[in-house]
């Protein structure tokens, strides 16, 4: 900042540097004031938004303008567009599988490697499986009680195997009721078991561990006991990261001494 003396006397004038401006395009605009309003709720789930002329008589933006904020929103989830006669922008609320669908977006994006995803999973599972029998409903257990079963049928191939054991914790997670949780467990889940070699599982005293594991949390979460249930779960995913470490070291090893 400088000042300067002007012609008029007993006039200052202070030159301040001004940076660039940032003006956002007209369609953020409009597509963060929709936004607020599905959010907020004043467009329920499944309602529809203004039509597109409506909306430009009554923002006096361009149709251009209105169909980019309204592909932005459904970029992000926000509205389901449909066709047709009955067609239009409909209104969607974040979900389970928004957080899913970010999660493993942030995953892959960003490389995180298994050992933090690991890490993150001890963090988050036994809370689940205490929510779990705190919460759960008849219907919560059917769900888990299906998977276990689908686990320990012996005519299954390991395919089947490893289906069903992602189900099993994905039933957990959704037990806990707590939507932020299942998100984080879905996504986890999903990706721990893409990225990893899970041969182990081929070993027959591997799987029956592994259902053991879980029938005895299975019994905590029926019976409603959130402590049994949380040290089970725990003891559980620790000895299945710990596995899972070991692998990966040996096979770092073997690829060193190549």
Known sequence: MTESQSGDAGVVRVDVALAPLQVPKASDVLAEELRELILRGDYPEGTALPPERELVTQT?????????????LEVQG?????????GGAFARRPGRDSIANSVNLLIRGQQIRIPALLETREAIEPSCAQLAARYRTDADLARIEKAQEAMSAEEGTIAEFLRANIDWHVAV???????LLAGFMTALSDTIYTATDNH??????VRRATIHAHKVITSAIRD?????????????VHAYAASILEVEEREAVDVEEV
């Open 60 to 72: 006096g933006m361009s149709r251009t303008t209105v169909r980019e904020a309204m592909r932005i």
């Open 78 to 86: 926000l509205v389901s567009v449909r066709t047709g006669r009955a």
């Open 173 to 179: 997670a959704l037990a806990s009721h707590n939507e």
């Open 200 to 205: 182990g599982f081929l070993d027959q005293e």
């Open 224 to 236: 409603r006991d959130p402590d049994a249930a949380l040290r089970r779960m725990s003891r559980h």
